[in-house]
């Protein structure tokens, strides 16, 4: 360490999966004192080679240090970790998969016990960690106070994006993103079989297809201002009932092509429903409130 160098902030790490390993790494290769912990410990051997401190427990880890992240199973895990364990005074940064409820009960859970509480989202693969133009980042809800305090460091590894004081909107900003995509692939799914049988490279379809779903992904800002304004008919262009007057052409050529049409079928069941509601000059986003139940 030089003279102007900065010392960096210590960090104590709980979970050494693919993920938190990746983590660990960065904030290594980073400067930053590790103080890592899992519950296998084989898991800890290659990192303390590369200068982490391995706890023997995860009380040992919490007790390095100010910071503590959990990067773990699930909440389950998270309780089991840190079962009995004094987080008084400490700052706890949850990366654990949970669902939003879950992540309030925490945030609850560790306030009650003197600490301060943050969760988070992450948005990127482990390859990603560590490597700024991968573009990765993380979500991160709850205390205000504790992300702004640690906000160099936990940008160490990726990106971060910090939504609100409510500790359920990091998790509710991860899944609702990963539902998106998963309809999207499931959207590329259909379109693929359509051609599987077909004289028909896919390697070459693939960048049609891909196009395709980059300009109609800008179809969502609209959506979002009908939803704020309420206005449901602004700025249509084809509106439901000429949408749903197409459908049963997708259905037949499915049928055509003995693909199954039980990834497509549903949506526009639904869009069917709204239409016979009477929102036929409406835009799709009508479809949204449908789902509320």
Request: include cysteine; aromatic fraction near 6%.
């Amino acid at each position: 360490m030089t003279q102007n160098s900065t010392p960096k902030s210590p960090v104590s790490l709980l979970g050494l999966g693919a993920m938190g390993t990746a983590l660990a790494r960065a904030w290594l290769a980073a400067g930053h004192p590790l103080t890592v912990w899992n519950r296998t410990p084989a898991r800890a051997e290659a990192l303390a080679g590369e200068g982490a401190k391995v706890a023997d427990d995860a009380a040992g880890a919490v007790a390095a240090g100010g910071l503590v992240v959990l990067c773990l199973l699930d909440d389950e895990s998270v309780g089991a970790a840190l079962d009995g364990v004094d987080i008084s005074g400490r700052d706890l940064v949850n990366l654990t998969t949970t669902t939003p409820e879950q992540a309030r009960d925490r945030a609850a859970w560790a306030g009650a016990r003197g600490a301060r509480y943050l969760d988070g989202g992450i948005m990127a693969v482990p390859p990603m960690v560590g490597v700024p133009e991968a573009g990765g980042y993380v979500f991160y809800s709850g205390s205000r106070e504790l992300f702004e305090s640690h906000r160099a460091t936990l940008a160490v590894p990726v990106g971060t994006k910090y939504v609100g004081e409510d500790a359920g909107f990091a998790a509710l900003h991860d899944v609702a993103l990963l539902s998106g995509m998963y309809g999207m692939f499931a959207g590329a799914a259909h379109a693929f079989a359509l051609i599987r049988r077909e004289d028909i490279d896919p390697v070459a379809f693939a960048p049609l297809l891909a196009d395709w779903l980059a300009a109609m992904a800008q179809g969502v800002h609209g959506t979002a201002a009908q939803l704020r304004s309420g206005d449901y008919t602004e700025g249509v262009v084809s509106n439901l009932a000429m949408q749903v007057a197409g459908t049963p052409t997708f259905l037949a050529t499915a049928e055509g092509q003995g693909v199954s049409a039980e990834l497509i079928r549903p949506y526009f069941e639904l869009m069917r429903r709204r239409l016979d509601a009477g929102s036929g000059e409406e835009d799709l986003t009508g479809v949204v409130d449908l789902l509320l139940r």
